[in-house]
């Protein structure tokens, strides 16, 4: 059974930083689409960044590119996001997500497995 549970949450101050971990078990973890989605209250779920386990190719929300950093530890079968230069808008509950990746496939979308959540708050 895949299993994804996130850590590292919590409150810091707009510009502080932040690394979320996402620990994965259940599958090997080579060739899935992983990713970083949040949501805020009222709001709908947003992509936030993912990445191709199997290859080098990531992708980010243009809201966060530049700051927030998506990589991964095979070893550890772990997922990371690294969040610098916080703002009060990425306040959210942050969930990791997991699918097998298709061939042809963006990694942004249709993810069937995911985490409990994080909650993220930045305050200005």
């Known amino acids: 059974q895949v299993q994804l549970v996130e850590s590292g949450g919590g409150s810091v101050q707009a510009g502080g930083s932040l690394r979320l971990s996402c620990v994965v078990s259940?599958?090997?973890?080579?060739?899935?689409?992983m990713g970083w989605f949040r949501q805020a209250p009222g709001k709908e779920r947003e992509v936030v960044a993912s990445i191709y386990t199997g290859g080098s190719f990531t992708y980010y929300a243009d809201s966060v590119k530049g700051r927030f950093t998506i990589s991964q530890d095979n070893a550890q079968n772990t997922l990371y996001l690294e969040m610098n230069s916080l703002k009060s808008e990425d306040t959210a509950m942050y969930y990791c997500a997991a699918d097998p990746y298709s061939s042809g496939g963006t990694c942004r979308s249709d993810f069937g497995y995911w985490g409990q959540g994080t909650q993220v708050t930045v305050s200005s």
């Open positions: 259940g599958y090997t973890y080579t060739n899935w689409c």
